[in-house]
């Protein structure tokens, strides 16, 4: 049972939060003029790393927001959690 | 009777009665249902789970693996450790011969849990966890100390001298500062797992040891759920047995549990004793027992037995032979003899018990549970605690520091008391296993798992100690490794002819002991499992004979039976009222989302699949939501209640979700729209009245309002008040009939409801429940999403093109529509089914298939066209009728199809899915 640092709660238990998957896959910009297979990426895609991910969560059961985390999927260890930034400077 | 005078901490100034198989016993406070069994000169306790060999008492505490007990009174419960069962009088137990048995009633005991957050817990009240307990507590801590057993001290029998006082003093004298310092201890307290950044599960036992005097309002265990800055485990060590043939006899014990029970319980456990050692503190074992007047023999396997204990033991009568390795036993029911190898030979030693000392394992259980690395240390013959973890500390035995002057110093830090004088230790002699016939040398006791089955398991070509545990299942149940574990890793690494340090250790997983789920769910059980939500009438249905529907959390009135009524007789009734006059549906349950903000219509529109911000005020609109891959997520109606705010309903089952996905768009994708989302589900009762009576009912109540058609039309909502409390009404129709939803403030629910049943009894207005609902929308096609859909259907699929957007440059789900495969004719489509029987309601669920135009079944596989998603009987239609997904199914309407019915195939015909007033006459009324 880990403690997630909600950027806005603090510390709180794993079990209040709901996973997101992964971090910064931005709806296109227009999605008609995707091919199919650009838009299957956007759809179905993710990355899969051992070790380092940028994903997101959401505190479910607390101040129910969004949030952006680092974490280590080898050791399940949290290396940050950050409010979601700025659409402006998103990849 | 074995019991010693002089010895033990028993109260032998009361006298308790408890009964085993069915033979009275008696027994003392302080005992467990063990010592007071060997008290007794009970060694039988019952039989093995696989083999069903005789099984006796081989450990003081949850080391044993042998004697299962099923307790019959105060309550019947299975598989207990009749070493952890704290005697009580009026005890009734039986020995476990195979498995238990399960209460057949309910089980009267509170249960319930706590929370604790500290800065420091120790687990463990021995001299190490005492001792860091202290030192934390004096520098300010908060502390938290956890002990399983029901007294602190840990091993320490009394015999010791701590700070020039005999060891049990001292431990009295801790445990009052402690205290005096605040410190939370709780003794009959088991911590069986630990968990990430400080977390560890703890079971309290807090009535059983008042058997049947146990306070009805207290509870009777307690799981605490305690966060740590800091955790010290400080567990101690088990003594390791070592594998011989034929070594799971009743009689055979571990050296030190009988040293326990002799100085705890006053129980002698043998009176002609053979010590098979490895490792010199069984020689204290040797030297008390002798003490208290058995014969003892020595065999230690070491060809240089330690000095100083020898000669001790020479002291008190007990002979030590060196070199000398236990081979096999006799005896059915009890040891009779030992039968043991030296450098000159067989010999057979006659014994009534055989105590056994290959050395010792720390207990690593909990630092292990978290990931914690473990490494084999040679000199100890086991696996140790390697590297650190973060706030986890690992003091004392648990540490593998064995020698009392040791494991005070990891305890106590600069505050160390002096331990008495002990002998020097000698390396213990690492032995897994003597020679013997391996299908007879048990290396787990629990689950008869002998040295032969790790043979097979080797021989079947595992490597992993992992997989050969599960392979052969050792270590896992009760035992969870306390024993067998290390010697599984020993006997497997020979077998496999590599270093033990090599092959490692299994990962130890929670929990250390068992625990009853009745504790693990403490009061979320019965009505508490899980929360029911109820609508305001709730009372009014149950008072009307409702029969109820679990619909998610919601409990919904599904029909409403009359006397002699079944619910396919009361369905065709209510549907029949409501399609011919009038009915009246308790629609609270219906999620409700309140969306304001400037941007509201911005967010909506690109969310629903069809144009919402130019729905204009007073209107209503249905929508239907996509994924991402255009499947349709959920459904309803989308009300404009201001050029900024708009009210949205959903399926009862998809309120959460459809919130829930909103605010994920709107937070991560799109936080610069102004727009705020709040459920309003349980503010707003809901009451479909339906059918062609209803404007005359709702003209009757709310006489203000204009009910006619063209001033009230179809999707539009008025807003009216009813003694002046706000009324909301809206012409929705989810049954193809003219219909009025009529919402209020759900305090004013149960009044209105009374009201329109009122206005409504001259109609022979009729309340119906889901089923009747299903039955009307089934009739008119439509879809429920979650019963008719499963997230493969697109609106496409359901027939629904109209409510997908054509101006619209995007929403979510619209570039899914233009992919290859949600445009193959073979997708399955939303159709109706009518079987050609005009009798038989097809079961939902049931699979589509077609015939060869001979009229034969292809051969299996069958090729499966769809499936039945919806089937009932219909009143209006005098026939039972079905929705069902069909490959490609629009173009085969007409078509003949069959469904598998109980080994019988029933043909049926494709057709339109609305069967009920297909050109939607009857809405307006």
């Known amino acids: 049972m880990q403690l997630i640092h909600c950027p806005w709660c603090g510390p709180r238990e794993e079990v209040e939060f709901h996973y997101g998957g992964q971090a910064g896959v931005a709806y296109p910009e227009r999605p008609a003029e995707l091919s199919d297979q650009d838009w299957a990426e956007y759809v179905f895609y993710r990355d899969n790393p051992k070790g380092t991910f940028a994903e997101r969560w959401s505190h479910s059961a607390g101040c129910r927001r969004w949030f952006d985390a680092v974490r280590d999927t080898h050791t399940y260890r949290f290396l940050s959690t950050t409010k979601p930034r700025p659409k402006e400077v998103r990849v | ?211 049947f005097d146990a306070p009805a309002q207290r509870s009777r265990q307690r799981v605490h759920r305690i966060r740590a800055l800091k955790v010290v485990v400080a567990t101690g060590a088990q003594e390791r047995p070592i594998v011989f043939e034929d070594n799971d006899r009743p009689g055979i014990m571990l050296a030190a549990s009988a040293r326990d029970y002799l100085h705890r319980y006053g129980v002698l456990a043998g009176r002609e004793i053979v010590v098979f050692t490895a490792d010199d503190a069984a020689y204290a074992a040797a030297v008390d027992l002798a003490g208290a007047g058995a014969r003892v023999t020595v065999l230690d396997v070491r060809e240089n037995p330690p000095l100083d204990w020898k000669s001790r033991a020479n ?157 052969t299942t050792i270590g896992t149940a009760h035992d969870q490794g306390k024993t067998s574990g290390v010697l599984a890793s020993g006997i497997t690494a020979e077998l496999l002819d590599v270093g033990i340090e090599d092959l490692g250790t299994t990962t130890f997983r929670p929990p250390y002991t068992p625990v009853a789920f009745a504790a693990l769910a403490g009061r979320g059980r019965g009505e508490l499992f899980d929360p029911v939500r109820t609508t305001p009438l709730h009372d009014w249905h149950a008072e009307a004979g409702a029969v109820f529907e679990d619909v998610g959390q919601w409990k919904r009135p599904r029909y409403y039976p009359r006397p002699g009524e079944d619910m396919d007789a009361a369905v065709l009734r209510e549907c029949a009222a409501t399609r011919s006059s009038v009915g009246m549906l308790d629609g609270s349950t219906l999620g409700k989302i309140d969306v304001q903000g400037p941007d509201a219509g911005v967010l909506l529109d690109r969310l629903y699949t069809n144009m919402m911000s130019t729905l204009k005020v007073g209107r209503v609109r249905y929508g239907v939501l996509c994924g991402n891959d255009g499947m349709v997520l959920d459904d309803g109606t989308v009300l404009r209640i201001d050029e900024d705010r708009y009210l949205l309903t959903t399926t009862t089952g998809g309120a959460a979700t459809v919130l829930d996905w909103m605010e994920e768009w709107l937070q991560t994708e799109w936080p610069e729209l102004r727009v705020h989302l709040t459920s309003v589900t349980e503010q707003w009762s809901v009451f479909p009245v339906v059918g062609p009576r209803s404007r005359e009912v709702i003209g009757e109540v709310f006489a203000e309002l204009d009910v006619s058609n063209d001033a009230f039309p179809f999707m539009s909502w008025r807003d009216t008040t009813l003694d002046g409390v706000p009324v909301r009404i809206a012409r929705i129709s989810f049954s193809g009939e003219l219909a009025y939803e009529v919402n209020v403030n759900s305090w004013y629910a149960l009044a209105l409801w009374e009201r329109l049943l009122a206005a409504g009894r001259r109609f022979g207005i009729t309340p119906y429940g889901t089923e009747t609902m299903h039955v009307l929308r089934a009739e008119k096609g439509y879809p429920i999403i979650g019963q008719d859909t499963d997230g493969t259907v697109t609106p496409q699929d359901l027939g629904m093109n109209w409510v997908v957007s054509k101006k619209k440059e995007d929403f979510v789900g619209k570039r899914s529509f233009a992919r290859p495969e949600n445009n193959n004719p073979q997708r399955k489509q939303f159709v109706s089914l009518l079987p050609t029987d005009g009798r038989t309601k097809l079961p939902e669920g049931s699979q589509i298939v077609e015939l060869y135009e001979d009229g034969k079944l292809p051969e299996p596989p069958v090729p499966m066209l769809g499936h039945v998603t919806s089937s009932y009987h219909s009143a209006e239609l005098a026939r039972p009728f079905a929705l069902a997904l069909v490959k490609n199914g629009r173009a085969r309407i007409g078509e003949l199809v069959h469904v598998p019915v109980a080994g019988v195939l029933v043909p049926a015909v494709i057709g339109e899915t609305v069967l009920v007033d297909p050109e939607g006459a009857r809405r307006d009324g």
Do not use: C
């Open chain 2, 315 to 471: 002291d008190v009568g007990v002979t030590v032979q060196p070199s000398t390795m236990v081979t096999g036993t006799e005896g059915e029911e009890r040891v009779r003899a030992v039968l043991a190898r030296t450098t000159d030979g067989g010999v057979r030693l006659p014994a009534d018990l055989l105590l056994v000392s290959g050395g010792w394992n720390p207990v690593v259980h909990l630092f292990s549970h978290v990931r914690g690395a473990l490494a084999y240390d040679p000199s100890l013959g086991s696996f140790r605690p390697s590297g650190s973890l973060p706030g986890v500390t690992v003091i004392g035995a648990a540490n593998g520091t064995l020698d009392l002057a040791g494991v005070l110093r990891e305890g106590g830090g600069p505050d160390t008391p002096a331990a008495g004088p002990e002998p020097a230790r000698t390396p213990a002699a690492v032995v897994w296993r003597t020679d013997g016939d391996p299908e007879r040398q048990f290396v787990d006791l629990q689950r008869d798992a002998t040295v032969a089955d790790l043979g097979r398991a080797v021989g079947a070509g595992l490597r992993s100690v992992e997989h050969v545990k599960r392979y």
């Open chain 2, 1 to 211: 009777m074995s019991r010693v005078h002089g010895y033990g901490r028993v109260d032998r100034g009361r006298t308790l009665s408890f009964t085993f198989d069915g033979r009275e016993y008696t027994g003392h406070p302080g005992d467990t249902l063990a010592s007071a069994l060997l008290a007794n000169g009970v060694h039988l306790v019952g039989a093995s789970v696989k083999l069903g060999r005789p099984h006796g008492i081989s450990a003081a505490w949850t080391e044993d693996a042998t004697a299962l007990v099923q307790v019959e009174r105060p309550f019947p419960e299975p598989m207990l450790q009749a070493t952890t069962v704290e005697l009580v009088d009026g005890l009734v137990a039986r020995g476990v011969n195979g498995q238990g048995r399960l209460a057949d009633t309910p089980d009267p005991a509170r249960y319930d849990r706590k929370h604790t957050h500290t800065d420091t817990l120790v687990i463990g009240a021995g001299p190490a966890g005492l001792l860091a307990a202290l030192s934390a507590a004096r520098a300010g801590e908060d502390v938290v100390l956890l002990d399983d057993r029901p007294t602190a001290g840990g091993s320490l029998t009394g015999t010791e001298v701590i700070d020039g006082r005999p060891a049990l003093e001292f431990v009295d004298d801790v445990v009052a500062e402690l205290a005096r310092l605040g410190v939370r201890h709780l003794q009959r307290t088991t911590a069986f797992g630990q968990y990430d950044d400080g977390f560890v599960l703890a079971l309290e036992r807090r009535t059983d040891h008042l058997g």
